[in-house]
């Protein structure tokens, strides 16, 4: 069974940083690509970053590019969201997802996590 | 990156059918066929239904259908069922190598 877990979620103020961590099991987790996606309060999905099945190659949302760094770690299986220089409109729970397919990314994701809470406030 | 339009919400009865419309441009929906579509009940996972423009994984009931003509694509619930009622959203992949979702669209089943 696939399974997807964040962590790392939580309070920080704003200018602040968080690292999100994705626990992946059940998959062939270096075949994988992976992404990240966000959800504000009271809105819609938000595709923030994803990056390749080897960790070569990686791509953001204009929203985080600059502030936000994806990395992988395919020994342990894990996902990471590094978060720095945050807003408060960076507020939302995050989800890690998993690529459908191994020969292209980017184009669905058939697995994903039950997502952790980032709130920016002072 | 500019999110696809989709209208707020549809509503439907128990065994209506309902669409529901995702409008991109020329550098997403319309230059790609790979537009996806997203079953979200709130605070669970969101559940892949379609990918492809309209193609179903497997376990995925043959209720949901999509289709694409030119920037617009859509999602066809048929027999339309309470367990239906959620949050929808499409995704195209982009001419940058990113991923866009649509606005979401609420569904209610009368």
């Known amino acids: 069974e696939v399974q997807l877990l964040e962590s790392g979620g939580g309070l920080v103020q704003p200018g602040g940083s968080l690292r999100l961590s994705c626990t992946a099991s059940g998959f062939s987790f270096s075949s994988s690509a992976m992404s990240w996606v966000r959800q504000a309060p009271g809105k819609g999905l938000e595709w923030v970053s994803a990056i390749s099945s080897s960790g070569d190659s990686t791509s953001y949302a204009d929203s985080v590019k600059g502030r936000f760094t994806i990395s992988r770690d395919n020994s342990k299986k894990m996902l990471y969201l590094q978060m720095n220089s945050l807003r408060a409109e960076d507020t939302a729970v995050y989800y890690c997802a998993k690529d459908s397919r191994t020969s292209i990314w980017l184009v669905s994701l058939d697995y994903w996590g039950q997502g952790t809470l980032v709130t920016v406030s002072s | 990156q500019s999110a696809l339009t989709q209208p707020a919400s549809v509503s439907g009865s128990p065994g209506q059918s309902i669409t529901i419309s995702c409008t991109g441009t020329s550098s997403d929906v319309g230059g790609y066929n790979y537009v996806s579509w997203y079953q979200h009940h709130p605070g669970k996972a969101p559940k892949l239904m379609i990918y492809?423009?309209?193609d179903r994984p497997s376990g995925v009931s043959d209720r949901f259908s999509g289709s694409k003509s030119g920037k617009t694509a859509s999602l066809t619930i048929s027999g339309l069922q309470t367990e239906d009622e959620a949050d929808y959203y499409c995704s195209s992949y982009t001419v940058s190598s990113t991923l866009v979702f649509g606005t979401g669209t609420k569904v209610t089943v009368l």
């Open positions: 492809d423009v309209s």
